[in-house]
């Protein structure tokens, strides 16, 4: 019935030992049941434990099925077999594989089953329903048995679980091949963009202690623009009106922030305020910005490959981007050497660039620069480094996500100049956090702090003329 598919030389007689490995996976999908329950409801149950039933069983015909897919499919020819071909050939062999085990099925559930069985076949299993769910921001995967999710800034388990590590391990390769990549025990750990733009990392055992582990960031077809952000609470239109002004008139933005605090968000937001006319290249690890101007040259550094050759860095692009004549220069993110040619960049005519960098603070992220500086090996004594840093950068705005899983600009603060040997600062608005709700949300606002911006003979010069009032504290309400 699925000749094309089938593996050249069936071997039926393989079925009784396979039969015994089947507990194992059995015992896998009551582990996941057992965890997916709420804690202690003791009395009343019929539906919900109707439910769980249901999904616990369905969960087992599948493990099955899935062998019996392994165990009967030719892999290799699945290659060039159409989507509908494959389709049929699943539902075929899974309606055998029911009819013989006397398992009937309604419609519903066959189709889901089904469904799963092609996702696993052709897609990326287990994480395919992840990837396609748009509530979905970051999934994160903690050996087998363990996929958390982030939804609305809040991590989440999910009940979906991989068969084994074995498994794990062949839709991980399965990524990270089809982006020519490697991973195995000599090359444990990789970071790679998939296909559709979304951004992975996974580390494989023996250095994953406990099966392996990957992230990804899933790239977002529409990001949030200034709007989306104003109407999510992120910022308010003032500061929004005010980071208008600082871009278009060209200042130095750096966007500090911690891990997934929504930095590339809001360098990506930012960027809508860059004039069409202008000439702006982007440097990265992994393209996630999405600039809507017409003029955009996107670049993307390069690891080192498996002999430990091929590295193209975000420096050696930075460098290169500084020869194509650019009027902006985005970088991703600046961790390492290439911060020196970045202030150089935003020192020498490229003004108005932007990068990002990990830290909990303005004031931190100054000690952020200066530590990449020396780390750089550049040997330049502190107050040079300093002044260095206060000419090229003007403003550092600073992103992070809250307790409540909410992302907010805390506070932009303008560079000002140096005083002595200390570069000044002034921070312009700040969300004031005044206490949390009984349900641990934080409650607070946003206000200015009362003084008025250091540039703001420039915006009024560019055109940019703020109110005076929009630098005015909010008092709490
Ligand atoms: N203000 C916001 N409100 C809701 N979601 C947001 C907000 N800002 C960012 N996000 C979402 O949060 C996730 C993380 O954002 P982003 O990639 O910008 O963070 P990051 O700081 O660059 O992370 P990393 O440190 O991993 O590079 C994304 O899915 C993004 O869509
Ligand atoms: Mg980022």
């Not at 871009?247 to 922030?257: E, K, P, Y």
């Not at 605090?261 to 440097?283: H, M, P, Q, V, Y």
Request: contains cysteine.
């Amino acid at each position: 019935m699925f000749s094309k598919y089938k593996k050249p030389a069936p071997k039926p007689a393989a079925a009784a030992p396979e039969e015994k490995v089947a507990e194992l996976p059995k015992a896998d999908a009551k582990a996941k049941i057992a965890r997916k329950a709420p804690p202690a409801k003791p009395a009343t149950v019929t539906p919900m434990d109707k439910e769980r039933k249901r999904k616990e069983r369905l969960g087992e015909i599948k493990l099955e099925l899935h062998r019996a897919l392994l165990d009967n499919l030719n892999l290799a020819a699945l290659e060039h077999a159409s989507e509908q071909d494959l389709r049929q050939e699943i539902s075929a062999i899974s309606s055998e594989v029911l009819t013989e085990k006397n398992i009937i099925l309604n419609r519903e559930d066959r189709q889901t089953l089904n469904q799963e069985l092609f996702d696993e076949v052709t897609g990326l299993g287990p994480l395919e329903t992840l990837l396609k769910d748009e509530t979905v921001n970051d999934i994160l995967v903690n050996g087998p048995q363990q996929i958390f999710v982030e939804r609305a800034g809040k991590l989440e388990l999910t009940d979906i679980t991989f068969k084994d590590e074995r498994h794990l391990l062949r839709i991980i390769d399965k990524i990270v091949s089809a982006v020519g990549r490697r991973v195995d025990e000599s090359n444990p750990y990789v970071d790679a963009r998939l296909q559709d733009g979304s951004r992975f990392n996974a580390m494989v055992p023996p250095i994953a202690v406990d099966g392996s582990l990957v992230s990804i960031r899933k790239f977002k077809k529409d990001k949030l623009g200034i709007d989306d952000l104003v109407n999510f609470g992120a910022f308010t239109e003032e500061m929004a009106a005010y980071l208008q002004a600082a871009v278009a008139t060209r200042l130095n933005v750096i966007v500090s922030g911690g891990t997934g605090s929504g930095k590339t968000t809001t360098l990506n937001a930012l960027s809508s305020f860059i004039d069409n006319a202008e000439r702006i290249l982007t440097i990265e690890d992994t393209a996630e910005l999405q600039l809507q101007q017409t003029h955009v040259g996107r670049m993307e550094s390069r690891p080192p490959n498996v002999e430990g050759k091929g590295e193209v860095s975000p420096r050696d692009c930075l460098k290169n981007a500084l020869r194509m004549r650019p009027d902006r220069i985005i970088v991703g993110e600046t961790r390492g050497e290439e911060v020196i040619d970045m202030l150089q960049a935003m020192n020498t005519g490229h003004d108005g660039s932007m990068t990002t960098i990990h830290a909990n603070s303005a004031r931190d992220g100054v000690s952020r620069l200066e530590n990449m500086i020396a780390m750089a090996g550049i040997e330049m004594p502190i107050k040079a480094v300093r002044s260095q840093i206060s000419s090229a950068v003007n403003l550092i705005v600073q992103a992070s996500r809250l307790q409540d899983g909410s992302r907010r600009m805390t506070s932009i603060t303008e560079i000002t100049g140096m005083e002595g040997d200390v570069i000044s600062m002034q921070e312009v608005f700040r969300f004031q956090r005044v206490g949390l709700t009984p349900d641990n949300k934080i409650i607070g606002h946003f206000t200015a702090t009362g003084v008025r911006s250091h540039y703001s003979e420039r915006f009024r010069l560019w055109g940019y003329d703020l109110p005076a009032s929009i630098y005015e504290p909010v008092a709490a309400q």
